[in-house]
């Protein structure tokens, strides 16, 4: 392709294609060891187009901004492929799972070709937010908005791009994560009895164990023992993939109810006999639950509205607050509440679960007036 240089502008050229006359710059700079480099960018339509682009590279190198300029070709997926590679040794299991995932699923795939440098927030939403919001929860595309805006800040840091231009992406409000009232939970808990076994299954073990979703999901039925009458949690099911529990301490046995361990076992009956309907084997290998995460939390908002319980007023997450409140609430040990959820300190146990219970009020002025014998 021949480069015909326009009188006007000393950096400027201008080429012949297909599609008419197009204009390019190509300006020359040099390093702060004396290595000569050049900056040059074509599809421009006009010369001053051109000239304009040029600027701001001459501008960059008059401010010594040269490891952005040299880096301003580099593409989202090379820059989060970096910056994982990078960062990967400082996470925790559960977060270098996290952004495996969310760079490989969604990242990559909507963006990864897109310059890094140039990429603005109009066409970041239109490419990245909008597409995920279509059928992955609000709370979700958040998550994966602020995994990556922790690559982008990463490349300000290193001086691969001046500033980051995506903040400002708003999000619906995720509801507040509350424990059931006790009123609530009474009508959930006899919804659940008219519920599909499976449902019944999956929420009563939330309620009675305290266990994250995802750890529910990751469940095998080798992690299960009905006659010790005790629950292994090993792993966890994030963004679709198993993995591990979100810190070490979420590795743990806990004991489950007599009430627990009877659903337990007509759910694996039941299981047994669709899966040698559909020509299956359920063994000890094989996931308890296979629903996946989307599908159970339209199972709880349908659970909430048969209950006639407000459906934005609670969350999943909800029954792993009820759990730890009440049993905080009952006087039960923060050391043993926090064994039983997985956390490696208790007072991060009662920073988060131990607060006021609705309808305790009355009961504790009842119990003051009783010990004061007044």
């Not at 501008?59 to 490891?67: F, I, K, R």
Request: aromatic share 10%; with cysteine.
């Amino acid at each position: 392709m021949k480069l015909t240089k326009v009188i006007k502008y000393n950096n400027v050229y201008s080429y012949v294609t297909n599609k008419g006359t197009l204009y390019a710059f190509r300006y020359p700079y040099y390093d702060s060891l004396g290595n000569r480099h050049e900056k040059q960018q074509r599809g421009f339509s006009s010369p001053m187009a051109a000239h304009k682009a040029e600027l701001q590279v001459e501008m960059q190198v008059a401010n010594d901004e040269l490891s952005a300029l040299e880096n301003s070709d580099i593409t989202v997926k090379e820059w989060s492929k970096k910056y994982y590679e990078m960062t990967k040794a400082k996470w925790r299991p559960s977060t270098e799972q996290h952004y495996h995932v969310i760079i490989n699923r969604y990242v990559i795939p909507l963006i990864g070709d897109k310059k890094l440098s140039k990429l603005n927030r109009m066409e970041y939403e239109y490419l990245f937010i909008d597409p995920q919001l279509k059928h992955l929860k609000s709370s979700t595309v958040k998550t994966c908005h602020t995994m990556f805006m922790a690559i982008v800040n990463s490349a300000v840091a290193n001086d691969v791009i001046p500033r980051n231009r995506l903040h400002g992406v708003k999000f619906k409000p995720t509801p507040k994560r509350r424990a059931f009232s006790e009123t609530d939970l009474a009508k959930i808990n006899d919804q659940l009895k008219q519920s599909s076994l499976a449902d019944h299954t999956f929420f009563m073990l939330l309620e009675l164990t305290g266990m994250r979703d995802g750890e529910s999901l990751g469940l095998k039925w080798s992690d299960i023992n009905l006659k010790d009458k005790t629950i292994s949690i090993k792993h966890s099911l994030s963004v679709g993939e198993l993995g591990p529990t979100k810190t070490p301490a979420g590795v743990r046995t806990i004991s489950i109810p007599e009430t627990l361990v009877k659903l337990l076992k007509e759910y694996r009956l039941d299981r047994k006999k669709v899966g040698m309907k559909r020509g299956k084997i359920v063994g000890r290998n094989s996931f308890v639950f296979t629903f996946k995460k989307d599908i159970m939390y339209k199972h709880f908002k349908t659970l909430l509205e048969n209950a006639n319980v407000e459906k934005d007023k609670y969350v999943v997450y909800s029954f792993r607050h009820t759990h730890a409140t009440l049993l905080i609430g009952a006087g039960v040990s923060p050391v043993d509440v926090a064994k039983r959820l997985g956390h490696s300190d208790p007072s991060v146990t009662l920073k988060n679960y131990a607060h006021a219970i609705e309808g305790n009020d009355q009961k504790d002025a009842e119990l003051f007036a009783k010990i004061a014998n007044v």
